[in-house]
């Protein structure tokens, strides 16, 4: 009876000790984790009007997405055009665009005209797309260190970590170089599951000669946690590959 008595105190304080032992950054990978691919969310996206904001017509608007069983939807609003897409991992997905639903796989491919193409640019960011508790779980790591802020977790990226945030794809290769990149990350966790974050990052792009001053705030909102369904279109269905 003792022993048995003794074993449970025992149990108890390594647990204790256990959750003693969890620094901030833990907790943020644990919040995204807790949301276990099934939430909705909604992306909005400030950067300057002057001096780098970019062109109004193609300034990303909001981006509403939901995601559950491995499928995600997502809507995109650039400007007053609004596409929709879906994805089931591994770069594979589909994307309506002005003729209708096409794959990734078939936007991707080079039509040979060479120049800017809208359509393999859409692919390749979709291809690319990381779900908001896979980023913020990226984004955790990403950080110098990461500390409690009134009601939220804050910190600064480290250079690595705002570089990966001021393009898309894998780095390397024919991508763009990019200098002078800082930023800064707050998490807001309600309940145990990750409910909100906040991504501020600003430096300078050049691909082919072409440079540009970045400086955007994205927030993220979680919603409807264990709950979110995806309904994908017929149409869309034949696409997916």
Known sequence: ??????????????????????????????????????????????APTGGGGGNA????????????????????TRGTNVTDAVLTGGGKGAAKMQDGWQSLADLAADDGGGGFNPRMFMARMLQNFKAPATQA??????????????????????????????????????????????????????????????LHVSGSIDFNGNNRDVDRTTTVELKDIGTTKVEVPEDAKSKLK
């Open 57 to 76: 017509r193609f300034r990303p608007g909001p981006t509403d997405g939901k995601t559950a069983g491995g499928t995600t939807w997502l809507e995109m």
């Open 1 to 46: 009876m003792k022993k048995s008595i003794l074993s449970g105190i025992f149990v108890l304080m390594a647990g204790s000790l256990l959750a003693a032992d969890s620094t901030p950054k833990d907790d943020v990978k644990a919040a995204a984790k807790a949301l276990a691919d099934n939430y909705s969310w909604r992306t909005t996206t400030a």
């Open 137 to 198: 779980g990226e984004l955790a790591d990403g950080t110098k260190a990461l500390a409690k802020a009134d009601d939220a977790i804050a910190g600064d990226l480290t250079e690595d970590g705002a570089k990966a945030q001021l393009t898309f794809g894998p780095p390397g290769g024919d991508g763009p170089t990019i200098s002078n990149a800082k930023g800064s990350v707050k998490f807001w966790v309600r309940d145990g599951k990750l409910a909100k974050y906040e």
